[in-house]
Structures are given as structure tokens and as C-alpha cells.
């Protein structure tokens, strides 16, 4: 198999809730995406999809684990730029936070 084009290896992201529990929304995730392949992020309403998703285009930093797009780390990713990406989530509450140029895709700037 050729590099990835998606890696990820031992993501995990924890955070506490509101009443201050500790709640875990990814958990030891392996993935490897090869170039041209598609897939679907499947799963039941809390199950950490878009906590995933949030965490590859670089808007969540994983609580451990890494992530590489293109073979470039998703942290350095996402300082360089948020136009490599794009996600639609059902809800639109924490892209709310962005500039509208980062919610602009790279084609159209």
C-alpha cells in the first residue's frame, strides 16, 4: 500500500463536561485512508464522529495520539492553512468561532 493520504494513530481526545465528569470522545483510534480511497465515519449520535473530523482538519488538538493529512502533521496543517479540508456538520455551533476566510474553500480565494 502507498503512504496514507489519512493516518491516524492512538487518537484520543478527553474533555470534561459541563457537571465536570471526564468524558472520553475518541478513544485509541487507528485509521489509515490511501490516497483516492473513500470512506464513511459512521456511528450513533455522541459517538465522537464530529470530535474526529473537528480534530482532522485541525480545529480540536487531540488529547493524545497523531494525525497526518498528506503526510503533514494536522497541527502544523492547520496553522498553514484550514483550506486543505472542509466538513458539514449538522449543527454549525463551533465553526461559528472561525473567520469567514478560513470557512472560504482554497478554489474559490
Not at 485509521?31 to 480534530?55: E, I, S
Not at 494525525?67 to 455551533?93: E, K, L, N, Y
Amino acid at each position: 500500500m502507498d503512504e496514507p493520504f489519512l493516518d491516524i494513530n492512538g487518537l484520543t481526545r478527553t474533555y470534561r463536561s459541563k457537571g465536570g465528569a471526564l468524558v472520553h470522545a475518541n478513544v485509541d483510534i487507528d485509521l489509515a485512508v490511501a490516497p483516492g480511497q473513500v470512506f464513511g465515519l459512521l456511528g450513533a449520535n455522541g459517538a465522537g464522529k464530529t470530535t474526529m473530523v473537528m480534530q482532522i482538519l485541525g480545529l480540536l488538538t487531540p488529547t493524545s495520539g497523531s494525525i497526518r493529512v498528506a503526510d503533514v502533521d494536522a497541527d502544523r496543517r492547520s496553522r498553514r492553512s484550514h483550506g486543505d479540508g472542509a466538513a458539514r456538520p449538522d449543527r454549525v455551533g463551533p465553526l461559528v468561532t472561525l473567520a469567514a476566510v478560513s470557512l472560504t474553500p482554497s478554489a474559490c480565494r
